[in-house]
């Protein structure tokens, strides 16, 4: 099993949509990251939980909504996205929020239509 | 601020051979973290390697070094005797010690041929 899973792997919307991103991790560990990844360009850290609470946000638009529950699970509710917001969203834990590597799972690439 | 550059958009290496991948950063804090991550065309962002600011030898994994040269601010991985599985695009990452985000460079697509 490994260790971030993301769901679902692809999703297509249309802009008045809501949808939600699921993504859970099964390493024990206690922060977790969001992250977007447009085409030719760098991933941009979206935001970031530690014990469930939420440490940063990347000056991001509002349509996008994180929600951590547990250290386990962290969802990213979507609603009337832009086109501009297609891009492979990426999930990530760590151990704590220190200078240990970040475990990525596979990602949501998400489309606007 | 913080900052990471790649300046290879793009890399050919001869299956079995060696290729060095650039990475260059910008940072006023002492303590700091290197990181490279692989991701194929699939998507998924795989770590390979790790280095600290403060760590005295260059890191090693497996096929995997990086020549770390700290007073000119480089952090290149090698990848040595490369195969046709490391096709792929290479981030370089940043992180500060005190918990800061992980800024990452603009990628390397690297293609190795047979």
């Known amino acids: 099993e490994t260790g971030v899973t993301q769901t679902p792997r692809h999703l297509v919307m249309g802009m008045t949509n809501k949808k939600s991103l699921k993504c859970e991790q099964h390493l024990g560990h206690n922060a977790m990251y969001w992250y977007k990844q447009s085409a030719k360009k760098p991933l941009e850290l979206m935001f970031v939980y530690n014990f469930k609470e939420q440490t940063e946000n990347n000056s991001v638009p509002s349509r996008f909504s994180p929600e951590c529950p547990n250290s386990s699970h962290l969802f990213l509710h979507l609603h009337t996205l832009q086109p501009e917001d297609s891009a492979l969203y990426l999930c990530?834990?760590?151990?704590?929020?220190?200078?240990?590597?970040?475990?990525f799972g596979d990602g949501t690439r998400l489309s606007i239509l | 601020a913080q900052k990471i550059t790649q300046t290879q958009p793009g890399m050919f290496v001869q299956e079995k051979e060696a290729v060095t991948l650039d990475c260059t950063y910008d940072?006023?804090?002492?303590?700091?973290?290197l990181f490279w991550y692989k991701q194929p065309s699939s998507g998924e962002m795989i770590f390979l390697i790790y280095q600290g600011s403060y760590d005295q030898q260059n890191a090693t994994e497996g096929r995997y070094s990086l020549n770390f040269q700290k007073a000119r601010k480089s952090a290149n991985l090698v990848i040595s005797a490369s195969q046709l599985g490391d096709s792929a695009m290479y981030f370089c990452?940043?992180?500060?010690?005190?918990?800061?985000?992980?800024?990452f460079g603009q990628g390397t697509e690297l293609s190795v041929k047979p």
């Open positions: 990530a834990s760590s151990p704590q929020l220190s200078n240990q590597p970040q475990h």
């Open positions: 990452a940043m992180r500060d010690n005190q918990g800061g985000k992980l800024i």
């Open positions: 940072t006023s804090d002492p303590s700091y973290g």
